[in-house]
């Protein structure tokens, strides 16, 4: 098998396919694939690697490669599986595939940011796979958290995964466009992973990002379209301690432009990954609407 693998990731590397949906490198997009087509879990052990394989896993091997170079398929939509957080997800070409460093946040249960013993309440806005708030209600196994999201598609995945990690009684899933459908009511923290690519760096992307949902990468001309809702009118949601956190990606300085009174904690992460912004509630309740620049 190891031979496959090896043999696998020369074709990628040729073919010059785009990592960056789950792996960083050819070797392991490769293993990725020759194991989901072998059936074998990816934590199966280096001895795997000498395993024989049959002429007929060797050739669901080569479909999935062949499908992942020539229409360039990320590999976690022809798994249908990745990890986020410590945790196994379903994923498919409804959601954006789970990337973000706010797992790393979320595994340290936001630490030093808030006293985890308090936090009952969560919010993620634009939920897509459901990860972040299975791995929010993991986390914090005494919260209640509501995962919203505007699209019908993305929360039937989120449902998946909610039934997966039996969170039913605590994860609710909510169809609704950004806080809209959520009332009055207030959290301890509200995380977000919202769209932030803008227009002209869309026409740029790889063409792997073609087949992610359009919906969970664009947001307007500048990318901020979401963004500014989120951070707008989050202070009317969010408990006197509350925090905000939100990944803006290669948008921070146009997120900084837009709200020039708002002190941003831009935090950083060990495993790499960046563009996640902090605020309290108290810094939030200083902004006006004639703050927000277009």
Not at 42 to 65: K, N, P, T
Not at 173 to 192: M, P
Not at 218 to 247: M, N, Q, T, Y
Not at 253 to 265: E, W, Y
Request: contains cysteine; proline residues 6%; positive net charge.
């Amino acid at each position: 098998m190891g031979a496959l693998i090896e043999r696998g990731a020369r074709r990628l590397a040729r073919a010059r396919v785009f990592f960056g949906h789950g792996t960083d490198n050819a070797r392991d997009e490769s293993a990725a694939l020759v194991l989901h087509a072998l059936e074998l879990p990816h934590d199966a052990g280096s001895a795997i690697y000498s395993r024989r394989v049959s002429a007929a896993g060797q050739l669901r091997a080569e479909e999935l490669l062949e499908r992942r170079i020539k229409e360039r398929v990320p590999a976690v939509y022809l798994t249908g599986s990745t990890w986020f957080a410590g945790l196994p997800f379903h994923v498919d070409s409804r959601v954006l595939i789970p990337r973000s460093p706010l797992a790393e946040l979320i595994e340290r249960r936001f630490a030093p940011w808030i006293d985890a013993g308090r936090v009952a309440r969560v919010l993620d806005v634009g939920t897509g796979s459901g990860c972040i708030a299975v791995a929010c209600a993991r986390a914090f196994p005494r919260a209640r958290v509501d995962a919203v999201d505007i699209s019908p598609a993305a929360l039937e995945v989120a449902a998946l995964n909610v039934r997966r990690h039996r969170l039913g009684a605590r994860v609710l899933l909510k169809q609704s466009d950004h806080y809209r459908a959520l009332g009055r009511r207030t959290y301890d923290i509200i995380v977000s992973n919202p769209p932030y690519v803008g227009a002209r760096e869309l026409k740029t992307l790889p063409p792997e990002y073609r087949h992610e949902p359009p919906l969970a990468l664009a947001a307007g001309p500048s990318g901020l379209d979401s963004i500014r809702v989120i951070v707008s009118e989050a202070r009317a949601h969010l408990k006197r301690r509350g925090l905000l956190v939100v990944e803006v990606g290669d948008t921070q300085k146009a997120v900084q432009r837009s709200f020039p009174r708002l002190p941003f904690v831009w935090l950083t992460f060990e495993r790499g990954g960046g563009g996640v912004f902090l605020l309290t509630a108290e810094q939030l309740s200083a902004l006006r609407p004639q703050d927000v620049r277009q």
